[in-house]
């Protein structure tokens, strides 16, 4: 796997000026094309490539799980996916028409709510914010990445990348590829929580997004409308329930 992060010198400036070893977090241009088109270039840092393809279909609503995917190939920073959905293009102009034409009202309108009776206790929501500390190792190095978890029950996955976006775009492939039932868990995030994330979760069927951050007005709109219970400001051993708190037990 590519490392993460670069060693380089740098000059620190406190009482005096030294030069000093420092770390800081890699990002890489990565190109994702689907049946010979391309769909975008995407800043991210230069791992999980097949997760982040998957989990970015998903969540634009260009596939509809990971099975409508027949191949995957990863070149250098290019990655090449084969899909036999008859309606692909229709679906790829739906989505570049909601972007361009639609904005977010495009895109919630093509955005199911989301259905599912999980809840979770306030010690769940801490124990989650905990466990996501913990396992920011590139973040502690760095100061430079983001870090995505999807708890299910006992397991968790938790990737970080220089982009939040991505890093839940990382999780969410790789909860699809190991066949993780999405309406039973939820997603910690690390970043702030505006609409178009919002949105990613729910067209996977994720009922339930924390953050140590805030959600936006985009966010909280999308929650509202989507049925997604958002919770934020995790820290300190408390948390706001923004959006359907019924989900929450405390």
């Known amino acids: 796997m590519p490392e993460m992060f670069k060693n380089i010198k740098a000059v620190r400036v406190d009482k005096e000026a030294h030069e000093i070893d420092e770390k800081i977090s890699r990002d890489e241009e990565i190109k994702i094309i689907v049946n010979k088109t391309v769909i975008g270039n995407f800043s991210m840092s230069p791992t999980y490539l097949k997760e982040f393809s998957v989990g970015y279909l998903l969540g634009e609503g260009l596939i509809s799980s990971a099975e409508d995917i027949t191949d995957i190939n990863i070149d250098n920073r290019i990655v090449e996916i084969t899909t036999d959905l008859a309606d692909f293009d229709l679906r790829r102009e739906l989505v570049m028409s909601s972007d361009c034409f639609g904005g977010m009202r495009g895109k919630m309108d093509l955005t ?122 995790v820290r300190g051993g408390r948390f706001n329930i923004y959006t359907h708190p019924s989900r929450i037990l405390v």
């Open 112 to 233: 199911k709510k989301v259905e599912s009776d999980l809840k979770v206790t306030k010690e769940e929501i801490l124990a989650a914010s905990k466990k996501l500390r913990e396992s920011s190792k590139i973040w502690s190095e760095t100061g430079g990445t983001h870090i995505a978890a999807l708890i299910n029950e006992d397991n968790i996955i938790a990737i970080e990348d220089v982009s939040r976006h991505v890093a839940i775009d990382k999780v969410v492939g790789a909860a699809k590829l190991q066949e993780i039932d999405l309406s039973n868990s939820f997603m910690f995030s690390s970043g702030r929580m505006p609409g178009d994330m919002i949105i990613k979760i729910a067209r996977v069927g994720i009922p339930i997004i924390a953050s140590k951050s805030a959600p936006t007005t985009s966010g909280h709109i999308v929650g509202e409308e989507a049925n997604i219970t958002i919770v934020g400001f």
